[in-house]
């Protein structure tokens, strides 16, 4: 459905989106993350034939954004950073005006009006004036905008950006139900957004692509690298950490055991290998066998933030501060 | 032609819900208002002298009334036009909407037609209401209509050149009261560009003086449909209208 190859956008000074590739097939629905001031407003900016493109091309259901822009601009439905509402406007009014725009008429028209309406649920501020709508209204009726033609990509910019929780889930879940039925492109600085609503995810850093892959085999990657914590106790007595090491590292699959932590009567290690249930299993039974009491056997904490952390580099950490913090809530969660 | 269209009725829309053609409308009617009571009053005046002295002064309303009247219209439009204008653009830009604007499946061309023949025709409004008080002139005197007529259609073309150049520099920033300030500037100097002719008849001056817009009005505001001032108009109107279109494209490339 897109086709992305070797994009670059230079301006006078630098590049904000350097020879990126890559492709989105039909019905998917793909999150854009990178920290902010990665180029993902570009790129989008870029394939909905906002922005020219310095090099490279990028194609939309077959057209080249800059060879056919008006084939492209008709299969696209587009909110940007900030939803595009003409505040003086009522709501049912700017949707049938964005509609005639977008090549609707007459009945046409007025069915999908309702329908967005009603699929965005704003219907009850259909005679409202969209200066005086709260945050999340605007954002509803900025979707709505984006699907009045019901166009087949979606191109989203930072749809959950200012919203209240309540109004990040509900908006989430809109975006979710809206996948069946278009290709969805959704740009974030917010994890989690990722790991619910995506099935893929393009990570770009600095104008750069770092990762490109399904969220799935992203988390999997992160787990097969990742580690595992065991926190052992002693029943009676004092514990023996370095008998506990011993027989941990001769367990099958264990390639590295390290003492986070130790104590009189219990030690944390961290056990490095291949985390497999096996493994999990032979570690648990190494320990109640020995004696000991097993208090704690967790995968050591990965998500996509860490390795858009990895990915993306410590710098991007203290720009975006607020990730690790939403992330942690939601890997509670 | 049918998104110009919807363009300019969403322009038209907007002019309205916001009280911008209300007030226009308003200060238009009021000082037009006065002028033309004032003019009225000069002619009954001159009227009363000349059938005092005796002389039998030829008098016109078409002459003496309508000609400066009109000449007055289009100095209230100098005024006004940098306010029509100064947010047609500049306003989208602040606020985003130009977004949804250039990825909407519509030409350049069709944004920029539709937002200039809003304007124009919320100017047109303004010559109506002017109209509303030349009707007086028909109810109680006899002038002729013709000289009238080209009068307006002068009017009209003058306002478009000055609206295609305001909605020109309303692309060029995303702040109104600059938009408005510099149209108002040059609006003013295509006017006083003229003046030059006064002392001086270089080529120069020449050239200067045929730029502005006030020459070419003479004959329109005589009723004289000349053809040269026409072109002159038109082809100002394009050539705002072709540098805004230019400058929406660097936009593009610049943003």
């Given at each position: 459905m897109i086709t992305v190859q070797q994009l670059t956008k230079r301006y006078a000074r630098n590049?904000?989106?350097?020879h990126i590739s890559f492709e989105v097939e039909k019905g998917q629905i793909v999150g854009f993350l990178g920290p902010n001031g990665a180029g993902k407003t570009t790129t989008m900016r870029i394939l909905t034939c906002f922005l020219p493109p310095s090099s490279g091309t990028a194609k939309v259901a077959g057209f080249d954004v800059l060879e056919e822009p008006l084939e492209v601009k008709r299969r696209i439905g587009y909110l940007p950073e900030t939803p595009p509402l003409y505040l003086e406007m009522r709501t049912g009014e700017y949707l049938s005006f964005v509609g005639r725009l977008k090549g609707l008429s007459g009945n046409e028209l007025r069915q999908r009006v309702d329908y967005v309406l009603d699929r965005c649920a704003i219907a009850d501020v259909k005679?409202?004036?969209?200066?005086?709508?709260s945050k999340g209204y605007r954002q509803r009726v900025g979707l709505a905008q984006a699907i009045i033609h019901n166009p087949d990509v979606l191109i989203l910019d930072e749809?959950?950006?200012?919203?209240?929780p309540k109004q990040i889930n509900e908006t989430r879940d809109l975006i979710k139900s809206l996948s069946g039925d278009h290709t969805i492109i959704l740009s974030t600085h917010i994890l989690p957004e990722v790991e619910q609503t995506c099935e893929r995810v393009i990570i770009i850093n600095r104008g750069k692509l770092v990762a490109t892959d399904s969220v799935n085999n992203l988390q999997n990657r992160a787990r097969g690298a990742g580690s595992v914590l065991v926190e052992v106790a002693a029943r009676?007595?004092?514990?023996?950490a370095a008998a506990v090491q011993r027989k941990f590292e001769r367990i099958p699959g264990v390639t590295r055991v390290v003492c986070k932590d130790s104590d009189a009567n219990f030690s944390t290690f961290e056990v490095e290998g291949k985390t497999d249930r096996t493994m999990r299993g032979d570690l648990a039974r190494a320990v109640v066998e020995a004696g000991w009491d097993l208090n704690e056997l967790r995968t050591a904490a990965v998500s996509l933030e860490e390795i858009f952390l990895q990915l993306t580099g410590a710098e991007a950490a203290a720009e975006s501060g607020a990730v690790p913090a939403e992330a942690g809530a939601a890997a509670k969660a | 032609m049918r998104n110009v269209w919807i363009i300019c009725k969403k322009e038209l829309r907007s002019y309205f819900v916001s009280p911008i053609a209300y007030i226009l409308l308003a200060l238009f009617a009021v000082i037009f208002g006065f002028f033309f009571w004032n003019a009225v009053g000069v002619f009954i005046f001159m009227g009363m002298e000349s059938q005092l002295r005796g002389e039998m002064f030829p008098m016109n309303v078409n002459e003496q009334v309508i000609r400066p009247l009109v000449s007055n219209a289009s100095v209230i439009g100098l005024f006004l036009i940098p306010i029509i204008t100064m947010r047609l653009f500049a306003e989208e830009k602040r606020t985003g909407t130009i977004e949804l604007l250039a990825t909407s499946p519509v030409h350049d061309a069709e944004i920029i037609l539709g937002k200039w023949l809003a304007s124009l025709l919320l100017y047109a409004g303004m010559l109506l209401l002017a109209a509303l008080n030349f009707l007086w002139l028909f109810r109680y005197g006899n002038p002729d209509w013709k000289p009238l007529a080209v009068a307006y259609l002068g009017l009209l073309l003058q306002a478009g050149a000055l609206l295609a150049i305001g909605v020109f520099i309303s692309t060029?920033?995303?702040?109104q009261i600059i938009a408005g300030a510099v149209t108002f500037a040059i609006c003013l100097l295509l006017w006083v560009l003229?003046?030059?002719?006064g002392y001086e008849s270089a080529t120069w001056a020449q050239v200067l003086s045929y730029l502005s817009v006030l020459t070419h009005f003479d004959s329109f505001g005589k009723g004289v449909l000349s053809s040269k001032d026409a072109v002159y108009y038109v082809s100002l109107i394009i050539a705002g209208l072709f540098l805004t279109a230019r400058s929406m494209e660097s936009l593009r490339w610049r943003a």
């Open positions: 590049t904000a989106v350097d005679d409202k004036v969209l200066g005086k709508l749809p959950t950006a200012g919203l209240d009676n007595g004092a514990l023996d | 060029l920033t995303r702040n003229e003046w030059v002719s």
